[in-house]
């Protein structure tokens, strides 16, 4: 019993809200971008 | 009643699942798309012909030397995009299972809770979305290198040695690996033992490829100033960019940093690392002594120091002056990756913190530690919940038009000296069938040609020059008129026309001899080319095949040693056991 409260219960508690988390995030912040970034006459390495 | 206890090395890969299952999910697009990754700096081809450049013997600073030349060899046997679904997450959960293993003997708690901080943070996090994958190869080779090394100061036996050699080979990949590689191995290792200074040696002449490129090479060994303040670290969100530092994070490139960290969640990551160093500090210093301390240490201050070095003014300005004075010093642009031991410092902290939380609360209320587990577990994924809004978009595969290999193909064919420039003249490219982000020009990797490219980078407005005297030249003659009559003389016999480039109408290419085109990319031959006779003189090619054996020999030496010790080692427990 100690064993399943003391490792193996918060590994599962961890990884399954972890993966919540994670999914819930990106499922709510993933999206195609909006504009097609070949239209600007100029492409970037990156942006500061 | 009986407990079954683990053995080590169950134990130790039970362990190596949660780093794996992070970096799985981090690449998650990688593994389940089918093609090849082809986004900012992560460009992987089906097949990697063997080039100069890859040799460190064209006309570019030697920023892929020898990673370029390894890439390479794989891709003769393994596909570069199923390489790539091996190498760029497998490397990523490398570091993770590097750090545990150098908290063995501190619980499962310490060691997970490390182990997943070292795959899902801000530093990491960044870096893949930017597609540095092989400077994550020096960051998972780092805390072998640094265990490796300890114990040959401490016990000095040749299978450390070997084993400091071959991690340090890894971390070689690319010059900032190396120079990180032998910073670990110069303030960890090096002690009163023979072999230490062997092993600081070995770790110096691991990055004779590169060192001979650079210093043989056609491309300026100094660098455009203006890169020191494009590539800067930057604050991620409103707080300061010492903050940001200290919190792992501060890349230069604003869009490869999460959305999340623009908010507080930067600064709640800043004040926790630094509640971390102050109570594990204290704890290290304690087991180990205020001079050990100080010593292990070290790379992490001084990578630390030095991507803070140019955020301040005359931190900028000295820089400024080293790259266009120093050989090499361009290197110290885009000085945030330095950052890579401090943060395996904060991770291995983590665990050692977390290690004592258990104990103390293990004490207080026995049977309670294992919910620090959970701890440990979600720490990582609260700290920076959005981290794959911005990796998967770098590492989603794309399928490449067939009709560059069948471009590919045709220049393969071509006996002879072949060198190619890729037009409209520009150094990172959009790909309407791409994945939706920039990446650098597919054609320098997929071609077995001298491919010639712009070396510009724009960053945001400020524009930095690249390095190569060849690309410049072309470069003024292209804008002095058409390729056909500017190409021949300069040994260009063929020109590689991207047309999903909106500037690609616009190119006058009259003259030029069309050998194929599709709707996505075009091939012209240049009429009446003045071939240049050797563009590399062989002396460089014989200074570059010996940096490449000496290379070749350390670790073949390294790898013949482990193998000694092993049998050695088997052979006296086999006798041992003999009645």
Redesign the interface.
């Known amino acids: 019993m100690?064993?399943i409260?003391?490792?193996v219960?918060?590994?599962i508690?961890?990884?399954v809200?972890?993966?919540c988390?994670?999914g819930g995030?990106?499922w709510s912040?993933?999206s195609?971008?909006s504009d097609?970034?070949?239209?600007k006459?100029?492409?970037?390495?990156?942006?500061? | 009643m009986t407990r079954t206890v683990a053995r080590p090395w169950v134990r130790t890969a039970a362990l190596d699942l949660w780093p794996v299952l992070l970096s799985v999910v981090l690449c998650w697009p990688l593994l389940v798309g089918r093609g090849i990754p082809l986004a900012r700096d992560l460009v992987f081809v089906p097949r990697q012909p063997f080039t100069d450049d890859a040799l460190g013997l064209g006309d570019v600073a030697p920023r892929a030397v020898p990673l370029d030349a390894v890439v390479s060899l794989l891709t003769l046997v393994v596909d570069g995009g199923v390489l790539a679904k091996v190498l760029v997450p497998g490397l990523l959960a490398l570091a993770g299972c590097g750090v545990h293993r150098a908290l063995r003997g501190h619980g499962t708690v310490a060691r997970v809770g490390a182990a997943g901080l070292a795959v899902w943070n801000p530093w990491t996090v960044e870096r893949l979305a930017l597609g540095q994958w092989a400077l994550l190869a020096a960051y998972a080779a780092l805390p072998f290198v640094a265990v490796a090394v300890v114990r040959l100061r401490l016990e000095g036996s040749r299978r450390e040695l070997a084993r400091t050699t071959l991690w340090t080979a890894l971390a070689s990949l690319t010059p900032t690996g190396g120079l990180l590689a032998v910073l670990t191995v110069l303030a960890l290792g090096v002690g009163r033992a023979r072999r230490t200074w062997a092993a600081l040696g070995l770790a110096v002449a691991l990055q004779s490829p590169w060192v001979v490129a650079g210093f043989t090479g056609a491309a300026g060994l100094t660098s455009d100033p203006d890169g020191v303040g494009a590539f800067a670290a930057r604050a991620d969100g409103a707080g300061h960019v010492l903050l940001t530092l200290v919190g792992l994070g501060g890349i230069w490139d604003a869009r490869s940093v999460p959305a999340t960290r623009e908010a507080a969640w930067a600064t709640a990551t800043a004040v926790l690392v630094l509640v971390v160093l102050a109570v594990g500090l204290r704890l290290v210093g304690r087991r180990l002594g205020r001079g050990e301390l100080l010593r292990r240490a070290a790379p992490a201050v001084l990578g630390l120091v030095l991507a803070a070095l140019s955020t301040t003014g005359p931190g900028e300005t000295l820089l400024r002056f080293l790259v266009v004075h120093v050989p090499g010093a361009g290197l110290l642009r885009d000085s945030q990756k330095f950052l890579a031991p401090y943060v395996l410092a904060v991770c291995l902290l983590t665990g050692v913190v977390l290690a004592a939380a258990s104990r103390r609360l293990e004490a207080r209320t026995p049977g309670t530690s294992g919910w620090l587990v959970a701890v440990a577990l979600l720490g990582p994924l609260v700290l920076l919940p959005d981290a794959p809004t911005r990796t998967w978009p770098t590492v989603t595969p794309v399928q490449v038009p067939v009709g560059f290999h069948r471009v590919a193909d045709l220049l393969a064919e071509e006996d002879g000296p072949c060198r190619v420039v890729s037009l409209p003249w520009r150094s990172y490219r959009y790909y309407p069938w791409g994945s939706g982000e920039t990446s650098s020009d597919l054609a320098l990797r997929l071609l077995d040609c001298d491919v010639v490219a712009d070396d510009t980078l724009r960053v945001g407005d400020v524009v930095v020059d690249g390095e190569s005297a060849l690309v410049r030249d072309l470069r003024d003659a292209l804008a002095a008129g058409p390729p056909a009559e500017q190409l021949g003389q300069r040994g260009v016999g063929w020109v590689l026309v991207q047309q999903d480039d909106p500037e690609a109408a616009a190119l006058d290419l009259t003259g030029l001899d069309q050998v194929y085109a599709d709707a996505h990319v075009a091939l012209y031959s240049v009429p009446k080319v003045k071939y240049v006779s050797e563009s590399v003189p062989m002396s460089r090619r014989y200074l570059s095949g010996f940096a490449t054996l000496v290379t070749f020999l350390a670790v073949g030496q390294a790898c013949a040693s482990l193998v000694t010790v092993r049998r050695r080692s088997r052979s006296a427990a086999a006798a041992d056991e003999a009645p």
């Open positions: 100690g064993f409260s003391t490792i219960g918060p590994i508690a961890g990884s809200l972890g993966v988390a994670i995030l990106v912040q993933t195609p971008p097609n970034p070949a239209s006459p100029i492409l970037t390495y990156g942006d500061r």
